[in-house]
């Protein structure tokens, strides 16, 4: 068995390689003038692992070219970030739904998809080869020794948020609308009363930062004493990160399945356990 780190992955290839006591290989990956991508990788062998997230275009035809390159040996591709996951349906007429075309392009090749906390169980759905890795608990944990409260930005990631919490060992929620009258809505936790205490805003994905921001500033007007974010896909689009510092967020830390600077919980070895079984 042989690693191969794709160009949006390369920390986290690395981690899985040293995990599997195997060889990272080398690989090329170029642009030509008219702006096609190349893939060049040496000493593939009988079973190879490619690791590479989705972040981009240019991200998912350097994973096709990646899987073409090592087309004549077993191949698992590790999609830290499945990208294109959020058109799992057609919600229109004529509408392309657009991870089943990546579903069936990645498993066109690859002998088996190992990916992390997909937008939704509709998106998985379309997947054949799929095994997918819960990452909320290694938030949670990250969280364990400290007094926080966890709240989901609303109720559709409340199951998540449950999650990560019982890892943590600590209470949690999801930010409630509610309709005041005809002309105000007002967003506060649904139970829990967060006045004074330490607030843990918990979220799958962290993209443009917008919901995030909105449920901090509700949560700091309900007298919590501090706000920080936690996510397992720090996407980050938009100067998000930005964002979310200047609405008075303390900290924001997600997982290595997109690599940023606030990537300080890694997946690796949930990775390569499943790997070596």
């Known amino acids: 068995m042989k690693v191969v780190a794709g160009p949006s992955s390369p920390l986290l290839a690395k981690r899985v390689a040293d995990l599997l006591n195997v060889q990272l290989l080398n690989a090329t990956f170029r642009r030509f003038p008219d702006g096609e991508l190349y893939v060049k990788i040496e000493g593939l062998e009988d079973e190879t692992v490619i690791v590479q997230s989705i972040n981009s275009n240019d991200d998912l ?32 007429e004529g509408e392309a739904v657009s991870i089943r075309a990546v579903a069936r392009l990645i498993e066109s090749y690859a002998d088996k998809v190992i990916s ?11 997947f054949k080869k799929l095994v997918e890795i819960d990452a909320m608990p290694l938030v949670g944990k990250h969280f364990a020794d400290k007094d926080v409260v966890m709240i ?25 609308k509610r309709r005041v009258d005809a002309d105000k809505v007002e967003i506060s936790p649904k139970e829990v009363d967060v006045s004074g205490k330490e607030v843990v805003i918990v979220d ?12 901090a500033k509700m949560l700091m007007d309900s007298g919590a004493s501090e706000v920080r974010a936690a996510c397992v896909h720090a996407v980050l689009a938009s100067y998000a990160l930005n964002k979310l510092f200047s609405s008075g967020i303390q900290e924001v830390i997600a997982t290595d399945t997109v690599e940023r600077q606030i990537s300080v919980i890694s997946v690796a070895e949930e990775i390569a356990q499943l790997i070596s079984r």
């Open 61 to 92: 035809v350097y994973l096709l070219l990646m899987l073409d390159a090592a087309s004549n040996t077993e191949i698992t591709a590790v999609i830290p970030y499945m990208g294109y996951s959020r058109q799992d349906r057609a919600f229109k």
């Open 116 to 126: 992390v906390n997909l937008h939704s169980r509709e998106a998985a759905s379309h």
């Open 152 to 176: 989901s930005p609303d109720e559709g990631s409340y199951e998540r948020v449950k999650v990560a919490a019982k890892a943590a060992g600590c209470f949690f929620d999801y930010m409630e």
């Open 204 to 215: 799958d994905i962290i993209s443009t930062g917008s919901t995030v921001v909105e449920a």
